[in-house]
C-alpha cells in the first residue's frame, strides 16, 4: 500500500492535470491512479500524454487524456470543456505545465517576458477559474496543487522572468486559499528545484551544458 492509498483514501476522486504527460507530471499522474484516482490529463506533447495516459488505465482507473499547450488559452479551454463532458465534477486539480529558457534579463524582450509568464503564471488563473466550479460540484470541498519552482524562493541569475512569475503564483495561491477556504477548497503549492527530466536534460544540453558534469553529487533528485 502507497502513501497516497494509505493517508489520503483518495480512490473514487477525480483529478485534473495540466502538464501531466512526462516528467514529474508523469509521475503525478500514474501516483493518482495508482492510488485509485480516476483522471482528466493534458500536455502539449501528444504522444507523452498518451503514453501516461496507456500507463494509468493499466493501474485500472479512468483516464481521459488530451493534447493542450498552455501557452494557447483556447486549447485549455477546449480541455476544460472536454473534461466537463467526460466528468460530472472534479475533486483535485494539479497545475503543473511551466518552464524557461535561461538568458540574462537584460537579453530578454516583450515577447520572452509573455511567453514566461502566460506558460508560468497567467495559464493558472486561466484553469483555476474554470476548475473551481466543477470542484464546487462534488459538495464535499477539494484541493488545488500549483507548482512553482525554488526559483520563486531565491535570487538566481537567467531566471528573473520566470522567477517573478512563479513568485507570483506563490501568492496568488495564499490568496486563493483565503477566499476558498470557508469552500473547504484547499490551495496549496510546490516549489521544486531540478528533477532528471528530458526537458531539463535538454534544457541544459542547449545552454551548453554537460547535465552530469555541471552538478555536484546529489543536486538532481528523482521525480
Not at 29 to 58: F, H, M, N, Q, Y
Not at 92 to 117: K, Q, S, Y
Amino acid at each position: 500500500m502507497g502513501f497516497l492509498d494509505e493517508r489520503c483514501a483518495l480512490a473514487g476522486r477525480i483529478a485534473v492535470v495540466i502538464g501531466g504527460g512526462a516528467g514529474i507530471g508523469e509521475a503525478v499522474s500514474l501516483a493518482l491512479a495508482s492510488a485509485g484516482v480516476e483522471l482528466a490529463i493534458c500536455d502539449r506533447d501528444a504522444e507523452a500524454v498518451a503514453a501516461t495516459a496507456v500507463k494509468a488505465r493499466a493501474l485500472g482507473g479512468r483516464v481521459h487524456h488530451a493534447t493542450a499547450d498552455v501557452l494557447d488559452p483556447a486549447s485549455i479551454e477546449a480541455f476544460y470543456v472536454e473534461v466537463e463532458a467526460a466528468f460530472d465534477h472534479v475533486d483535485i486539480l494539479v497545475n503543473l505545465a511551466g518552464g524557461t529558457t535561461r538568458r540574462p534579463f537584460m537579453d530578454t524582450r516583450p515577447d520572452h517576458w509573455e511567453h514566461d509568464i502566460q506558460r508560468n503564471y497567467r495559464y493558472v488563473l486561466q484553469s483555476c477559474q474554470r476548475a473551481v466550479p466543477l470542484i464546487r460540484k462534488s459538495g464535499r470541498g477539494g484541493s488545488i496543487i500549483n507548482f512553482t519552482t525554488i526559483e520563486a524562493h531565491r535570487g538566481a541569475g537567467t531566471f528573473a522572468v520566470y522567477a517573478g512569475a512563479k513568485a507570483g503564483l506563490e501568492n496568488f495561491s495564499r490568496a486563493l486559499a483565503v477566499e476558498l477556504g470557508p469552500e473547504r477548497i484547499r490551495v496549496n503549492t510546490i516549489a521544486p528545484d531540478q528533477t532528471p527530466s528530458m526537458g531539463n536534460w535538454n534544457a541544459m544540453r542547449e545552454m551548453g551544458l554537460d547535465a552530469i558534469e555541471s552538478l555536484p553529487p546529489g543536486y538532481f533528485e528523482a521525480a
